[in-house]
Each structure stands twice: as structure tokens, then as C-alpha cells.
């Protein structure tokens, strides 16, 4: 079964950055992203992701309120 990691960060740069580093790994996950709690909360409310990481200092939701 193919697993979901989703990437939450608001700097653009630094969340394609790990999203590339994580690139090679495609085979084994796939990479979500989302700039901001909202969008990621979205995310977690309609696939089954299995590995968060999160900034916690965001705009509009911090990354502990999305733990949360």
C-alpha cells in the first residue's frame, strides 16, 4: 500500500526544497505539500497520510493547532 507524507510550510523555497530531497524516495511514498494549516487540514480530511511535517510558526494556522 503507498504511503502519504505531507509537507506543510509556508516558505515556497524550503517546501520545494523538501519536497525534491524526498524526490528519490517516490517509490516507496508520496509527497504531499500545502503552504498553510487550512490547506493541509483539507488534505487530512480526505486521504489517509501517514508522516506530518509541519512548520510551527504559520499564518492563518500554526503548525501545533494542526496537530491538534
Known sequence: ML???LIVEDEKTFRLTLMD???RYENEFRVL???NGRMA???LE???VDL???DL??????GLELLS
Open 46 to 48: 480526505t486521504l489517509p
Open 33 to 35: 505539500n500545502a503552504e
Open 52 to 54: 506530518v511535517v509541519t
Open 3 to 5: 504511503k502519504y507524507v
Open 41 to 43: 487540514q483539507e488534505i
Open 21 to 23: 530531497g524526498l524526490r
Open 57 to 62: 510558526k504559520m499564518a492563518e494556522m500554526d
